[in-house]
């Protein structure tokens, strides 16, 4: 059988950090195997929101190689190089209201929290058709993401049914959506998900030093204030922390049988996350540090390369559906 088609891809706004490896990258290593895979550098859409710095892009390239997503399996593709996605884009504009985009609800989320209100630009708007374009053109079958990605994938949708009937063609295909499992990582703070503007994250390039201050600031439990007290699991930072990156489970459950009787201390915690978070993150970092800027570059440009064929595909028999003019 035929494998399906992934795209997933990540705006190069920053390194990647234990919140990306949770809730994407781990899946992306494991899904190579059983999918054709493709990961996209979105670097069009960190246009949209003024993220863009074309340095991450080579970052983020490391942190992928470097956790184990394998580009013997793993095709990767730069955004921006691929010429039929500014051309979908355009004639996908055609089939979507200005009130439409308005009601995504991870487009008004963003609106607020980037305080953009009065000021939103038209290419911000319409990521998401750009989104729509990204994931049409390759003929993704899944696309696994955030809840937050659901109402991309819903537009997707939408402008395939929208295109399919309009021009009377099947070319274009829907495509699924395939949420993580995981639960979101949160903050070191505790207060919301880890991520780079709330500078709450812990990065998979932090060096030892920066990894043992940020374990040692974790937020725990504010009432546990001596060691012989009973402390909280929930809402506790480096629990959370542990839950994800701790291997002996039934050694953790201790942990936190302890913790809450009361007898285990936040530095001791603390130092067994610090520990294991540096077991976890070391060989990742001996693998970046051997991995060379020209070798990223090379393989990123052989996968858009080899993308690139595949989005062709879709523009042609998109322009023959539309009936748009050829000299040839
Ligand atoms: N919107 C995604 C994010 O913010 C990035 C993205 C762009 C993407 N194009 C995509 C994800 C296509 C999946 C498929 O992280």
Excluded: W
């Excluded at 059988?1 to 994407?24: C, E, F, Q």
């Excluded at 209201?97 to 290419?123: M, V």
């Excluded at 207060?191 to 390039?205: E, M, W």
């Excluded at 070798?295 to 023959?320: F, H, P």
């Amino acid at each position: 059988m035929k494998k399906k088609r992934i795209l997933t891809g990540d705006r190069p706004s920053g390194k990647l950090h234990l919140g990306h490896y949770v809730g994407s990258l781990q899946n992306r290593v494991k899904m190579q195997n059983s999918h054709e895979q493709y990961v996209m550098i979105a670097d069009l859409q960190s246009l949209t929101d003024e993220s863009f710095k074309s340095e991450n892009i080579l970052e983020i390239m490391k942190d992928y190689i470097s956790v184990g997503i394998d580009p013997e399996k793993t095709t990767f593709l730069l955004q921006s190089q691929i010429n039929s996605l500014y051309e979908l884009t355009f004639y996908y504009m055609n089939l979507v209201t200005l009130g439409r985009l308005e009601r995504n609800p991870t487009i008004k989320e963003e609106i607020l929290q980037k305080g953009y209100k009065d000021s939103i630009k038209a290419g911000f708007l319409c990521y998401p058709v750009s989104q729509s374009a990204d994931i049409t053109g390759i003929q993704a079958d899944v696309v696994p993401a955030g809840k937050d990605q659901i109402p991309m994938i819903e537009q997707t949708n939408e402008i395939v049914r929208k295109f399919s009937q309009q021009y009377n063609s099947n070319c274009l295909r829907e495509a699924e959506i395939l949420l993580s499992d995981q639960p979101k990582l949160v903050g070191i703070d505790g207060k919301s998900k880890a991520s780079k503007s709330l500078n709450n994250a812990i990065y998979l390039s932090d060096n030892e030093k920066t990894l043992r201050e940020k374990v040692f600031s974790m937020y725990t439990d504010p009432d546990h204030i001596h060691v012989h007290q009973p402390g909280k699991i929930e809402g506790n930072v480096v629990f959370s922390y542990l839950d994800s990156f701790y291997e002996d489970k039934e050694h953790l459950s201790e942990l936190k049988e302890n913790y809450k009787k009361g007898g285990l201390g936040d530095i001791k915690i603390k130092q067994i996350l610090f520990e294991s978070l540096r077991a976890f993150l070391t060989p990742i970092q001996n693998i970046r540090l051997q991995l060379k800027d020209e070798d990223m570059i090379s393989i990123l440009k052989n996968g858009t390369y080899n993308a690139n064929i595949e989005y062709e595909k879709t523009i042609q028999e998109v322009r023959k559906s539309i009936g748009i003019y050829s000299f040839d």
